[in-house]
């Protein structure tokens, strides 16, 4: 199978750190400029009516379509949040065809929305099938728990053991806890790997804290990167994780 790049980045609802700055149109070309094959995004924007009509340049569709326009010919969207003015979730944007996706709620009761985006995408020529889930986990230690052990048994249940596997997305898990349980269901983490450490990515002007990764399983990260320089720095609250996967 040929190798391909892959990004992953928490979208921030297309504004800056400190929400003062609508950057979406920034965001896509940067976004552009690494040559990625395959985008994961979270808090990405479907609908929010209120911003629509207070930024001229909000785009007309939702920020996935904007962000895919004529780079990304498929892409998939899995709604999380619901709210009176819009619905936000995470999104992957492919080279490749999409064959299937479907979209999990892992949300525990009471709590922020979260969810799992798991694609099937079609390798060129080769045909093999390649799994993908873009991942959101939540803000507590407890709730987190919980659904990387629904991400598992997710891997578990629909993953086939031979199938390539990445797994990408903002896990939140600060404090690591949740890296060994993954390492449990066959996954390594594309960092680990290379540099022997969890890559630093939130704040996105200062990084001090390991929450976002790029897990495989059947594969392998080669030269994963952080960008956590300029634009990067000022497009989001997270700095994004890039790595070309291997077989």
Request: net charge neutral; charged share 20%; proline share 7%.
């Amino acid at each position: 199978m040929p190798a391909f790049n892959v990004l992953t980045l928490n979208a921030h609802m297309g504004f800056n750190l400190l929400n003062r700055r609508f950057v979406l149109p920034e965001l896509r070309e940067a976004i552009r400029s690494v040559s990625a094959d395959i985008v994961f995004l979270q808090e990405v924007l479907g609908e929010h009516a209120r911003h629509a009509e207070k930024h001229l340049n909000w785009p007309e569709g939702p920020q996935y379509e904007f962000l895919a326009n004529t780079l990304w010919p498929q892409f998939a969207y899995g709604q999380n949040a619901v709210y009176p003015h819009g619905h936000h979730g995470n999104a992957v944007l492919s080279k490749f065809p999409i064959l299937s996706h479907e979209n999990r709620d892992i949300s525990i009761h009471g709590s922020e929305e979260r969810g799992l985006l798991h694609c099937v995408l079609a390798m060129p020529e080769s045909g093999v099938e390649v799994h993908t889930i873009c991942v959101h986990l939540g803000l507590l230690e407890s709730h987190r728990r919980q659904q990387f052990t629904l991400l598992c048994d997710i891997i578990d249940a629909q993953v086939p053991a031979h199938a390539p596997l990445i797994v990408a997305g903002d896990f939140n898990d600060w404090r690591r806890r949740g890296h060994p349980l993954l390492a449990r269901c066959g996954m390594q983490e594309v960092f680990m790997q290379h540099d022997g450490a969890l890559a630093k990515t939130f704040p996105a002007r200062w990084p001090l804290l390991p929450v976002d990764r790029i897990y495989v399983r059947n594969a392998r990260g080669v030269e994963p990167r952080v960008l956590s320089a300029r634009p990067w720095s000022h497009l989001s609250d997270h700095a994004p994780l890039l790595t070309r996967i291997e077989w």
